[in-house]
């Protein structure tokens, strides 16, 4: 069955990076698209923007800075968010999404990232 | 790219039919024939519930529908289910291969 399993919460300081990891299961990895959304706290869902697995060549929402880097490792399956000198306002909830047609079919349980001094 | 607009709430009793609606532009809801629909419960991954305007994925219960007019989607839920409680969310295609999330629906089932 599919299954997308996200990375586990991650607390970081002020100006630290993360990256968020997203392991594809249950399907070829590099036929479906993988888009990545966040909610911020108290906040609704976020298009951040997505990822081909099959060129990675990656797309950002307009207003995402270039501090938000989408990669793949398809030896793997797996995709990764990065996000680097990392703000308050940068907490949230970050979700991998995989895309099927012009949907997201099957999403990653979610991966918690605080930023706090 | 804005925000699609949602009503901030809505609710009904056990049986009832709401409808949740979700208006953009003609650069996105009106533009397309990518609206989809996702079901969020708090602490949980959100689920697809309703694809290319109106087309209802696999497992989803038939009381779950969508439709569109000019530059409004709407999701409708009939024979509303407790378990039919949390928050919904549109998503439209914006061109260029972005999309847009609508602001979000809380559903309270009284």
């Known amino acids: 069955q599919v299954q997308l399993v996200q990375s586990g919460s991650e607390l970081k300081k002020p100006g630290a990076s993360v990256k968020v990891s997203c392991k594809a299961s249950?399907?070829?990895?590099?036929?479906?698209?993988m888009n990545w959304v966040r909610q911020a706290p108290g906040q609704g869902l976020e298009w951040m923007g997505w990822?081909?697995?099959?060129?990675?060549?990656?797309t950002y929402a307009q207003g995402l800075t270039g501090r938000f880097v989408f990669s793949l490792d398809n030896t793997i399956n797996t995709a990764y968010l990065q996000i680097s000198s990392l703000k308050a306002e940068d907490t949230a909830v970050y979700y991998c999404?995989?895309?099927?047609?012009?949907?997201?079919?099957?999403w990653g349980q979610g991966t918690l990232v605080t930023v706090s001094s | 790219q804005s925000a699609l607009t949602q009503p901030r709430s809505v609710s009904g009793s056990p049986g009832q039919s709401v409808t949740i609606s979700c208006t953009g532009t003609?650069?996105?809801?009106?533009?397309?024939?990518?609206v989809s629909w996702y079901q969020h419960h708090p602490g949980k991954a959100p689920k697809l519930m309703i694809s290319?305007?109106?087309k209802r994925p696999s497992g989803v219960p038939d009381r779950f529908s969508g439709s569109r007019s000019g530059n409004t989607a709407s999701l409708t839920i009939s024979g509303l289910q407790a378990e039919d409680e949390a928050d919904y969310y549109c998503c439209s295609y914006a061109g260029s291969y972005t999309y847009v999330f609508g602001t979000g629906t809380e559903v309270t089932v009284l």
């Open positions: 990822i081909s697995t099959k060129t990675g060549n990656p």
């Open positions: 249950g399907y070829t990895f590099s036929s479906h698209a």
């Open positions: 290319d305007v109106s």
């Open positions: 003609s650069s996105d809801v009106g533009g397309y024939n990518y």
């Open positions: 999404a995989r895309e099927s047609g012009w949907a997201g079919d099957y």
